[in-house]
């Protein structure tokens, strides 16, 4: 084999060994060797190919010296030499619940703990050479050089094109060498220039990069005078979350890394990577820079590259090799996208100040993360399917909730795929101390049947002090599940005291009916008396019954007024009001600064009624005046509509009866000689005249806590309701009668 050792280190530091890095303690240098957590049965997901000298190896916690709770690859191992490492998916597995993959139709995330050996002091010491972390359309057994290990320089990492002899070294035969079908991200350890089989690094500077590109193009490759190099794309030289500056890889500690695929717009082929490199602390919490952001680089990927032919699946995994220097290179999972993947986010809500999201300050709203002491709050933990092949369940919650809150409940609420809703209570909230819990959720999410799920605390804001402002900081939460592991964190807020806003009532309780307006007034006023009223800032939220409206109060200002509003009230605006007493709470919040006024209450009573309303006029259809008995069915002009105002209930019965039909020459139809010529058919087919005679029409009893309507006549059919009824001959004419409706209350 043939690999570099051009490099020469100053000075060279004893690496740990595997078995220090997977003893899950602290040992005497202060090194944390605390295992990552992550998941398991990694043996059932990914295949170790069968290539010479592949070092590849997964240890199951107790195995092999691993004293973790996760499985561990160990990619490359630190001693062994001119070795090489690969690991791919499972893309065709026959249990299709295990198949591993990378879907460019759908949003991907792979996450993952990564360990590059290297010690804990500026500049590293002498390791090499590296990961890869490869996206491929060829097997789960791919390789550089196709496997011919005996041939592949260590600058290779298992993936990229490779150099064998001075005279094979144009481009088109490196692109040919390498795993075809691909794209690739190096983690390098290991800097590579000056001669003709180790020279791919030579445009790079420092002893560690990131960089990625299309192994088999021939563009990723150039020719210099040492001989070939690679071009790097999305090149990373440093990381500002480590003191490490040069050896930001190999620096002895475990690294968190956030993969994210999105996938390509509808009608294009470029796709989006999203990396986040050393983006999480050990015990969850973001890894961030002084800037307050994770490392972050957004990289284009041209999905033609992988010649998918109708398909959309890829294999995935990681490539890696050593030459005489070497280190462990090691790679703990924590997601698989193709099994679960899932959206795990957090929001605060200050419900005073009208059910607003707390989020960060900005230029433009420099009280978006404020709250106010005495806020009634929400602390919410959503969780929320999108795809995958197995549910995610076995949920453990461990929630740290943001402090000065004083918390009053704490429900968990699912839902499913057809919207329906179910509860779950939280039995350790009782139990709580210092704003910690540890929950497991007692419900699997799916694509199917249950969906999501809002872990919702709820509580009042409580600074405990008089201080103008005190900062409340973010707070972690976990959700560690089969196949998934999420870490989570709340929004930081400030808690400001409140600058009073007074809110008078200025009218009086009312009654009225329903479908009628009534205006609710309220005067506004601050405590500082320096401080006018602007209603352009102003909120007015109103709340009927417990169903709530917001609007602007320059938009309801009372006549020659910049204090009053005067809300309007009824029916059509609040779907809820009922017959009786209905309360109407009210108060104001400022839209800049979010302070809230105290509430007023106003009682509005509806006094119920219940009313038909018929069309003036309805006729029948004109027919022969000769012919046999029948029955003659309704024309144009029928409408008959009840409303009930009442309370919910509450019924009603509707009577009809009608005169004799007579024509202009006051002739009476014949049938009505009989009493037969108007009559009613019920549903049954029942008969009865109305002729002098009161039939019962309809009835109904009022199902809802609003006005409800009844449109009798839609209810009836060619074959029922009114009718009338012919002899064999009857006199030619326009013939009349006058029908009776008679609507009583009923029980």
Do not use: C
Not at 311 to 329: Q, V
Not at 336 to 351: F, H, K, N, Q
């Amino acid at each position: 084999m043939s690999f570099s050792t051009n490099t020469t280190y100053a000075a060279t530091a004893t690496q740990a060994t595997l078995g220090k890095v997977l003893s899950n303690t602290v040992d005497n240098k202060g090194v944390d060797r605390t295992l990552p957590k992550g998941l398991t049965n990694i043996n059932e997901l990914f295949n170790v190919p069968a290539i010479t000298d592949n070092d590849t190896k997964v240890l199951a916690p107790n195995e092999g010296g691993n004293k973790g709770s996760a499985d561990v690859t160990v990619l490359t191992e630190l001693g062994q030499t001119n070795k090489v490492g690969a690991i791919w998916s499972k893309r065709t597995q026959s249990d299709t619940s295990k198949q591993n993959y990378i879907d460019v139709n759908k949003r991907q995330t792979m996450s993952m703990w990564m360990y590059f050996g290297g010690v804990d002091t500026f500049g590293g010491t002498n390791t090499g050479d590296g990961m890869a972390l490869v996206l491929q359309n060829v097997s789960d057994s791919a390789f550089t050089n196709s496997g011919d290990v005996d041939n592949t320089p260590g600058e290779a990492l298992g993936v990229w094109g490779t150099v064998i002899l001075p005279v094979d070294v144009v481009t088109s035969a490196l692109a040919k060498t390498a795993i075809q079908k691909s794209w690739a991200m190096e983690f390098d350890t290991y800097p590579n220039s000056g001669t003709y089989d180790s020279n791919f690094d030579k445009n790079v500077s420092g002893v560690n990069h990131i960089a990625s590109n299309y192994p088999a193009r021939e563009s990723t490759y150039g020719l210099g005078a040492e001989g070939a190099y690679m071009n790097h794309d999305n090149l990373i030289t440093s990381i500002p979350t480590t003191s490490k500056s040069s050896n930001f890889l190999t620096d002895d500690h475990w690294h968190h890394v956030t993969l994210t695929w999105t996938p390509a717009p509808s009608g294009s082929t470029e796709a989006t990577m999203t990396l986040n490199y050393d983006d999480k602390n050990m015990d969850g919490t973001p890894k961030l820079t002084s800037a307050g952001k994770v490392n972050t680089k957004v990289m284009k990927i041209d999905t033609t590259a992988f010649d998918l032919n109708g398909s959309n699946k890829l294999y995935w995994g990681f490539t890696g090799s050593t030459g005489s220097s070497s280190e462990n290179n090691l790679v703990i999972f924590e997601s698989i996208p193709s099994l679960v993947e899932a959206d795990a986010l957090t929001s605060i809500i200050d419900e005073t100040s009208g059910n607003r999201e707390i989020t960060d300050a900005t230029t433009d709203n420099p009280n978006a993360n404020v709250v106010h002491q005495g806020d009634k709050v929400s602390v919410n933990y959503n969780l929320n399917y999108l795809s995958g092949s197995k549910p995610w369940e076995n949920i453990d919650a461990t929630i740290n909730l943001p402090d000065k809150i004083d918390y009053s409940s704490a429900l968990i609420t699912y839902t499913d795929d057809a919207g329906k809703t179910s509860t779950e209570t939280i039995g350790e909230f009782s139990g709580m101390t210092n704003n910690q819990i540890e929950h497991k959720l007692g419900q699997s999410l799916y694509k199917t049947g249950i969906t999501s799920a809002n872990v919702k605390f709820e509580g009042t804001v409580n600074a405990g002090t008089t201080a103008t402002e005190t900062d409340v900081p973010a707070a972690h939460a976990s959700f560690y599940g089969s196949d998934l592991q999420k870490d989570v964190m709340t929004k930081a807020f400030v808690i400001k005291q409140p600058n009073k806003i007074t809110l008078t009532k200025t009218g009086s309780d009312v009654t009225t009916s329903f479908n009628k307006e009534v205006l609710l007034n309220g005067k506004v006023s601050y405590s500082d008396k320096t401080k006018t009223v602007d209603p352009s800032k102003l909120t007015v939220v109103a709340s009927v019954n417990g169903e709530i409206a917001k609007t602007s109060m320059s938009s309801i200002l009372a006549s020659n007024s910049t204090d009053t509003f005067a809300l309007p009230v009824s029916s059509q605006l609040f779907s809820n009001l009922h017959e009786g007493a209905n309360t109407v709470t009210i108060y104001v919040y400022n839209d800049e600064d979010y302070n809230v006024s105290d509430t007023i209450t106003y009682t509005v009573t509806i006094s119920g009624t219940v009313s038909i309303e018929t069309s003036p006029a309805s006729n029948f259809k004109t027919t022969q005046s000769f012919g046999d008995n029948s029955i003659i069915p309704r024309g144009s002009g029928w409408s008959i509509d009840v409303t009930d105002s009442r309370q919910k209930g509450a019924g009603w019965k509707l009577f009809a009866s009608a005169t004799p039909l007579v024509n202009g020459d006051k002739e009476t139809w014949t049938n009505s000689k009989d009493g037969q010529s108007l009559i009613f058919v019920d549903g049954s087919g029942n008969t009865d005249s109305l002729i002098n005679n009161e039939v019962e029409i309809s009835s109904a009893v009022k199902s809802q806590t609003a006005a409800q309507d009844y449109d009798i006549d839609s209810q009836w059919s060619s074959d029922n309701g009114v009718l009338l009824k012919r002899g064999s001959y009857e006199s030619a004419g326009t013939y009349t009668s006058t029908v009776t409706w008679n609507l009583q209350d009923s029980i």
